[in-house]
């Protein structure tokens, strides 16, 4: 994935360096849960009994990013490129589309929807819109099975999609399986509809065929079921959260081919 010169985003804020949010304790099953069942998902726990109160001051801490630091470009460029076309699609039905912040932290963090956590993995919080990251699980990916930088690009279209399904309403408090697996797939068919849209040759990312069997190996990775496997655990249908490889790479490929945010709803 070749990354241009380009804008910056005005959303990406940085609070590295500062665990934000005190010490919280979590017990072992509690960690299970987290890792499990939150990979590219909401904010889960509340299914833990508690989880911190809301929050909606930041920590005093926040700073620019670093235009040098590596990780940090990678995730502004993607992220300018998801404010490009989300921007573009919505001012095509005659809208504006409200752009989400997007935080990078270490280890812990306040956020508007209690206290988020690295063992989480990425996730988005309605309150305060805004994505919360911590780039260390960028390496539990690759060791899950995921590829290349656009498996990176994946996941911040994964969550930047949970904040359009917000501004349209459609993001489900339901806490059941079942309404919880339709809201991830069709947040990978989002993200689908925006890798459609980024490949043209005037964004800040330019990319190819590789890169999107890049973004195929991540959504396979964090299948339910190769979640599960992984863990050593028996596959259990009944109790996904997020849908099973296979239907994540359908719904993100379905949006992908199309380009038609319409295949999604």
Not at 173 to 178: I, Y
Not at 241 to 252: L, W
Request: aromatic letters at 8%.
């Amino acid at each position: 994935m070749l990354i241009r010169p380009g804008r910056s985003s005005g959303n990406l804020i940085d609070r590295r360096g500062s665990r934000g949010g005190g010490k919280v304790g979590l017990g072992l099953g509690g960690l299970v849960l987290l890792l499990v069942g939150a990979f590219f998902g909401l904010d889960l726990r509340p299914l833990l009994g508690g989880g911190g109160g809301v929050s909606s001051a930041p920590p005093a801490n926040e700073q620019p990013v670093d235009p040098q630091d590596e990780g940090a470009r990678l995730v502004d460029a993607v992220l300018v490129e998801t404010e490009e076309v989300w921007g573009e699609l919505y001012r095509e039905t005659g809208e504006a589309y409200r752009e989400p912040n997007l935080v990078l932290y270490t280890g812990m963090t306040q956020t508007s929807c209690g206290t988020g956590q690295a063992a989480m993995g990425p996730f988005y919080c309605p309150n305060d819109q805004t994505v919360y990251l911590d780039l260390s699980f960028f390496n539990q990916l690759q060791r899950m099975g995921a590829r290349g930088e656009f498996a990176v690009a994946y996941v911040i279209a994964h969550e930047v999609a949970h904040h359009v399904q917000n501004l349209e309403d459609l993001l489900s408090r339901s806490r059941s399986n079942a309404m919880s697996v339709r809201t991830e797939l069709q947040a990978d068919c989002l993200a689908g509809i925006w890798a459609h849209h980024a490949q043209g040759e005037d964004g800040r990312i330019v990319l190819n065929e590789a890169d999107i069997e890049s973004g195929i190996s991540a959504a396979a990775a964090v299948g339910d079921d190769a979640i599960q496997r992984g863990a050593g655990q028996a596959v259990r249908p009944e109790s996904f959260t997020h849908g099973s490889s296979r239907q994540r790479v359908d719904a993100f490929l379905s949006g992908y081919r199309s380009g038609d945010y319409r295949v999604c709803f």
